[in-house]
């Protein structure tokens, strides 16, 4: 089992494949570290033929999306839009976050949202301190 540095909801850029495919972005949809693949949402579709297996099923062809290996596909910074290899760089916390090796940028979305509002926090009890003292 090997840990990926793709997640669900990051945006990736495929880089190899047929002309189709190759070079479009789009979102994760499922990301699967055992494996190591994943869905990318609307890309690398491939088509099935169902077969009507009730009277009220309907058969026809399908296009569903098919997992990529995680090797093939590159993360795109949020901030700076660039396909980027990930850093991992030490947080507030203590806890190691993704970021950009282009730019700096700090990739994990969820880990900064709960930076700020924990920010937020420290200084609405500070200042709630620094009133009451006054």
Do not use: F, W
């Amino acid at each position: 089992m090997a840990s990926m540095n793709v997640r669900s909801g990051d945006t990736v850029e495929i880089l190899v494949g047929g002309s189709e495919n190759r070079g479009k972005r789009g979102k994760v949809t499922v990301a699967d570290p055992k494996a190591g693949k994943v869905i990318v949402e609307g890309l690398n579709l491939v088509t099935k033929h169902k077969k009507p297996r009730s009277a009220q099923d309907q058969g026809g062809i399908i296009e569903r999306p098919r997992a990529i290996d995680v090797s093939n596909v590159a993360l795109v910074c949020p901030k700076c839009g660039k396909t980027t290899r990930v850093a991992h760089v030490l947080g507030e916390n203590g806890k190691y976050l993704r970021s950009c090796k282009k730019c700096g940028a700090v990739i994990d979305t969820k880990a900064e949202k709960r930076q700020v509002k924990a920010a937020a926090k420290r200084t609405r009890k500070s200042t709630k301190k620094t009133t009451t003292e006054e």
